[in-house]
């Protein structure tokens, strides 16, 4: 009976042992998860997520680009103003 309470707490020991010692690891070292990403399954599922989410990001800015005169005018504006504060915000900072 003692055996089967053990065997759970011994796995789950293990796992918590192989995962902390990826975070304990130099910079230097591939982490486990990194590893992971670049083995061919998996490193092949995360490069079509990258492009799914860069194309998603693409389509995202170019809906969202100005398309009239005036609001090419009026983004130019605001970029502007925005260069400005910041200008000001710098300077006060000096």
Known sequence: M???GI????LLALLCAAALSGCASGGDEQSAAAALAHAPIVGGFVSQLKTEDDEK?????????PRTHEERVEAR??????????QDAEQEQQ
């Open 2 to 4: 003692a055996r089967k």
């Open 7 to 10: 065997l759970p707490v011994l």
């Open 57 to 65: 990001e693409q389509q995202a800015m170019h809906e969202s680009e």
């Open 77 to 86: 504006e605001q970029a502007e103003a925005a260069a400005a504060s910041e």
